[in-house]
């Protein structure tokens, strides 16, 4: 579990309603069923209509990741690798055979399979570039499903904040309807602006982290089996991808 994630989430929502508390307002202030629904279903609404429907499939399964990521072990698959090099200089590209068949990762089985059918290493390059450049590109645009709501939110609390003006200035003979309009007013600001930048947008960027790193893994296997395929000493392999760590 992604534990920063969780202590920042909750550290930005106590710092909002403990300002809120030490100013002497109080929870119910803050709770206000119309101007969540505008806020909300606008922000949806808007990210609908810009984002394709493989993009927003693809955020909802994704959005797992802000508090548990895929496990990404850099220096153990440098030890991967070292040790699928060992075994290719020991008994040749055939000897992977085993080790394809029983690897759990499909990307790291492609790869070997490759090796173990004689594919020339551009050849190689190729096919493994589309493929984690592909899978990097989809879940970069499941990030920017979040952050276009981002962008919608506040201005959404804005059109919000307006309507209950419009309300409050169609009720002005009326002071019984005042408090409500106001309120809607300006918790729908609230709401925007806040699930902007204490959720959204810090939402986007996380799941962007994720999405390069797990290119930067997959480069990584990428240039392991490269060197694999061009025979290269499984010391050399080793301090090349150590690289990677940096």
Not at 99 to 107: G, I, K, L, Q
């Amino acid at each position: 579990m992604d534990v920063l994630s969780l202590i920042g989430i909750i550290m930005a929502f106590v710092a909002i309603v403990g300002g809120n508390y030490l100013e002497g307002g109080h929870l119910g202030a803050l709770a206000n069923g119309p101007a969540a629904l505008i806020v909300l279903g606008g922000t949806l609404g808007a990210a609908l209509l810009q984002s394709p429907m493989s993009a927003f499939k693809r955020s909802i399964q994704t959005v797992g990741w802000i508090f548990f990521p895929p496990h990404i072990d850099m220096a153990g698959g440098i030890n991967q690798v070292v040790n699928w090099s060992l075994t290719a200089r020991k008994e040749g590209l055939l000897g992977l055979e085993t080790m394809a068949d029983t690897e759990p990762d499909s990307y790291s089985r492609k790869g070997l399979q490759l090796l173990v059918d004689g594919v020339e290493p551009e050849a190689i390059r190729s096919v493994l570039e589309v493929d984690y450049m592909t899978q990097e590109t989809r879940d970069i645009e499941a990030a920017k499903v979040f952050e276009c709501m981002g962008g919608y939110a506040p201005t959404i609390g804005i059109i919000g904040a307006v309507m209950g003006l419009i309300h409050v200035m169609g009720n002005l003979a009326d002071p019984a309807q005042l408090g409500s309009g106001i309120a809607v007013a300006f918790v729908a600001t609230i709401y925007g602006v806040a699930s902007a930048n204490l959720v959204l947008l810090p939402i986007a960027s996380k799941l962007k982290a994720i999405a390069l790193r797990q290119s930067l893994y997959r480069e990584m296997l990428l240039e392991g089996i490269l060197s694999i395929a061009e025979g290269e000493n499984p010391r050399a392999i080793e301090l090349k991808l150590q690289g990677f760590t940096g």
